[in-house]
């Protein structure tokens, strides 16, 4: 018979998955699957191009975080209940974006997709923040293992899922269908519990609301050194990841190999990575997690150089991605608990919007001329420099470990 306390900690990371997939499943709909939707409509590729503006307020969200730190709904409780009301909103979006032909009226249909995307990023902030609080320190690794496993289903369904389904129903009734999900979605929202609020004073001005969460993270020992690592940890990965496909291309594989081998089957290890990751890190800690991770991150990268020298060989492209896929996975379930791990209760959402907002720089900005480095040392060069660049984050934390052998 299963205890109650095991019966707890199954329905944390049951309702922990579910909110991961509740994240995961608008982020592509403004994403490939709408740039499908509007090609298919005949809208020009310059308009079509465009649509990557849509995806600023995932960049951006940690501006408006706090106000949801700030103000607390009188229902259900500060998370569920911001929660509740940007799943309706977003349920009524999409329902307006299926409603919407991009061929008529292709600016109203990008308007409405930037509501989606900001209201996606809203629903992220809440999320990240109910996670931290919901969770015992002892589970943020499996927990953050269960969210990005979720997450990353919910993006396969709306993306792979959503554009098979466009060409058997269209996109209007595929995207009714996506809003009727993301509706269930809010059952998970009114079964799950609020957190126990840290009591504090609700902050009343400027300072207090946006200066406080920073000032707050930035007065602890070792701050400048803790942002400067999550900066760092996966910038090797992340630049050697934004030029993958062109390598693979580079090697003679084909837009179906490539396909079939690097999205659908390696998504498999990926998620297995991801929930090997957070049962070692309930094991061994976070801080002997993000140091083992890290090195297999490294090696997996190295990995690049000798599938070079292999060639066209489809058994050795899967053997490299399998490895690069596990080792990414597990380093991204130590990385997300240990960024949760660092930030104070009383303001969570604030707090994890600035850290993940700087944990996307290596893979919006500084992985973007990646391409000049590549064409200027040939892909032996390339992958070698992206597995020594892993080197400073990893003695980088090896100086921090005072500040982090607790978690």
């Not at 969570?348 to 990646?370: E, K």
């Not at 064409?375 to 921090?400: E, N």
Request: proline residues 4%; glycine residues 12%.
């Amino acid at each position: 018979m299963i205890s109650t306390s095991r019966l707890s900690m199954i329905r944390r990371h049951v309702i922990t998955f579910l909110m991961g997939f509740a994240s995961g499943l608008p982020l592509l709909l403004t994403g490939s699957v709408l740039q499908a939707w509007m090609t298919d409509s005949g809208v020009s590729l310059e308009n079509v191009g465009l649509l990557a503006l849509v995806g600023l307020p995932y960049t951006l969200k940690f501006a408006w975080a706090p106000l949801l730190d700030r103000f607390h709904l009188p229902f259900l409780g500060r998370r569920r209940g911001w929660l509740l009301i940007t799943q309706a909103l977003l349920v009524g979006m999409l329902i307006v974006m299926a409603l919407t032909d991009p061929a008529i009226t292709p600016l109203f249909m990008g308007l409405v997709a930037l509501g989606v995307s900001f209201l996606s990023a809203t629903q992220d902030i809440v999320i990240d923040a109910y996670r931290r609080e919901h969770l015992p320190d002892n589970e943020l690794g499996l927990g953050s293992g269960f969210y990005v496993y979720g997450y990353r289903v919910g993006m396969l369904l709306a993306s792979g899922g959503g554009l098979m389904l466009a060409d058997v129903i269209g996109f209007t009734q595929t995207y009714l269908l996506m809003a009727g999900l993301l509706g269930v979605a809010m059952l998970v929202t009114l079964w799950a519990p609020e957190p126990v609020r840290v009591e504090m004073a609700p902050p009343r001005k400027f300072h207090q609301t946006f200066l406080d969460p920073i000032v707050n993270f930035i007065s602890r020992p070792g701050a400048f050194g803790l942002l400067l690592f999550i900066l760092l940890y996966k910038l090797g990965d992340s630049v050697a990841g934004n030029l993958t496909t062109p390598f693979y291309k580079a090697l003679g594989f084909t837009n179906a190999e490539i396909g079939a081998t690097v999205k659908i089957f390696g998504l498999w290890p990926l998620l297995g990575g991801i929930f090997i990751g957070g049962l070692l890190i309930m094991r061994w800690g976070i801080y002997r997690s993000l140091v083992i991770f890290g090195i297999l991150q490294m090696l997996s990268t190295a990995g690049f150089v000798l599938l070079n020298h292999m060639g066209h060989h489809l058994y050795w492209l899967a053997a490299v991605v399998s490895f690069e896929n596990v080792a990414a996975g597990m380093g991204t379930a130590a990385f997300t608990a240990f960024m949760a791990s660092l930030t104070d209760k009383r303001f969570t959402a604030g707090q994890y919007a600035l850290l993940s907002s700087v944990m996307g720089l290596p893979r919006v900005v500084i992985a973007a001329p990646s391409g000049y480095l590549a064409d200027s040392v040939g892909w032996d060069g390339f992958f070698i420099v992206c597995t020594l660049v892993a080197l400073p984050g990893l003695l980088l934390l090896l100086r921090l470990k005072r500040y982090l052998v607790s978690a």
